[in-house]
């Protein structure tokens, strides 16, 4: 059982690049959350899912865009990366509890 | 608009002396609060939460907190930390029947020998 996988751990992107960060979880959740952790900020929310086909912006949208692939995959898209998007990147699933398991983080630097 | 402050940033303590972490919420609804802890280089993990019933709730590694709907407080307790406890604790609130879920901007504990 590995819970939330994310993919990649680790990425240094020029400012301009895009890319993907992958999320899954194989607990048969509906709701699924991508967060972004900066010092002394705590974590924000950027895009959730709550359930398969639907997507909601959080408290930090712009920059991003978001695809739910199905009930498993959440996967966050930056179109063009910008300095300010270094960050820590967490994706989440929630329980029927109401408790929410996070994955081990993507750290991103964008230069 | 909801809202979590968690009151110290940081909370330097010796091994076996007692630790409060505070948190304060604000809300116009009912709401579900946790306490995540998260160890170096890790996600978060929840640590403990409330969400109906008894407003004093606990973890199995000796953690407590209680809900204080007149403050709007979750505070968290140990009465004798070990050097183990050093983490990140964050406070979150969500409202009842939400989605999303608010978060502190955490506490960082620091557990001395």
Known sequence: NAGVTQTPKFQVLKTGQSMTLQCAQDMNHNSMYWYRQDPGMGLRLIYYSASEGTTDKGEVPNGYNVSRLNKREFSLRLESAAPSQTSVYFCASRAVTDTQYFGPGTRLTVL | ?113
């Open chain 2, 1 to 113: 608009a909801q809202s979590v402050t968690q009151l110290d940033s940081q909370v330097p303590v010796f091994e076996e002396a007692p630790v409060e972490l505070r948190c304060n919420y604000s809300s116009s609804v009912s709401v579900y609060l946790f306490w995540y802890v998260q160890y170096p280089n890790q996600g978060l993990q929840l640590l403990l939460k409330y969400l109906s019933g008894s407003t004093l709730v606990e973890s199995i590694n000796g953690f407590e907190a209680e809900f204080n709907k007149s403050q709007t407080s979750f505070h968290l307790r140990k009465p004798s930390v070990h050097i183990s406890d050093t983490a990140e604790y964050f406070c979150a609130v969500t409202n009842t029947g939400g989605f999303k879920t608010i978060f502190g901007a955490g506490t960082r504990l620091f557990v001395k020998a």
